[in-house]
T-cell receptor, first 113, second 113 residues
Framework: AQSVTQLGSHVSVSEGALVLLRCNYSSSVPPYLFWYVQYPNQGLQLLLKYTSAATLVKGINGFEAEFKKSETSFHLTKPSAHMSDAAEYFCAVINNQGGKLIFGQGTELSVKP | EPEVTQTPSHQVTQMGQEVILRCVPISNHLYFYWYRQILGQKVEFLVSFYNNEISEKSEIFDDQFSVERPDGSNFTLKIRSTKLEDSAMYFC???????????FGQGTRLTVV
């Protein structure tokens, strides 16, 4: 069965600092991986996706993620945090049998001025 | 930009009542999903729907739940007899194919009292 684990339910960074949100996956087949962002009282917005092309994936709002098969990781990074990045971030993998998304627990990102 | 729309944004209902949550997926998408997020918890898959039938459902999706695509645009989730534990944010999503990214609506916050 496929799964994702997000390390750290809450991450706090200062404005301008590096953002690193961790995601590890478990999959017996090459996974399709996603990061979604949820701003307060809003739906889920796709940040970026990995679908077996380039291992370094660039997304919206300056975020990127690197697929590392050897580490079974798909960590999300942004060089310089902005106050508007404060949100909940979810890593997800597509179930290879049915198309459903399997989500991690989520990481709440706080950005301090 | 095309988007998934959900109505209502908030629904308060008494325990035991029936509720219908409505969604209009993106028009050229073929796969439709319902997810839910209980406050403070991760996003959970409920059901996927393709070619006018359920393609997969979770253990959460018991006999109290049903989905329907009554016409060419709407996709509905019905809860026949709501329980307190059904209180959650319900997200509709759609995708072009089984292994592409899903686009989410803004969600319906259901409160059962």
């Amino acid at each position: 069965a496929q799964s994702v684990t997000q390390l750290g339910s809450h991450v706090s960074v200062s404005e301008g600092a590096l953002v690193l949100l961790r995601c590890n996956y478990s999959s017996s087949v090459p996974p399709y991986l996603f990061w979604y962002v949820q701003y307060p009282n809003q739906g889920l917005q796709l940040l970026l996706k990995y679908t077996s092309a380039a291992t370094l994936v660039k997304g919206i709002n300056g975020f990127e993620a690197e697929f590392k098969k050897s580490e079974t990781s798909f960590h999300l990074t942004k060089p310089s945090a902005h106050m508007s990045d404060a949100a909940e971030y979810f890593c997800a993998v597509i179930n290879n049998q049915g198309g459903k998304l399997i989500f991690g627990q989520g990481t709440e990102l706080s950005v301090k001025p | 930009e095309p988007e998934v729309t959900q109505t209502p944004s908030h629904q308060v209902t008494q325990m035991g009542q029936e509720v219908i949550l409505r969604c209009v997926p993106i028009s050229n998408h073929l796969y439709f999903y319902w997810y839910r997020q209980i406050l403070g918890q991760k996003v959970e898959f409920l059901v996927s729907f393709y070619n006018n039938e359920i393609s997969e459902k979770s253990e959460i999706f018991d006999d109290q739940f049903s989905v329907e695509r009554p016409d060419g645009s709407n996709f509905t989730l019905k809860i026949r007899s709501t329980k307190l534990e059904d209180s959650a944010m319900y997200f509709c999503a759609s995708s072009v194919s089984r292994d592409t990214e899903a686009f989410f609506g803004q969600g319906t916050r259901l409160t059962v009292v």
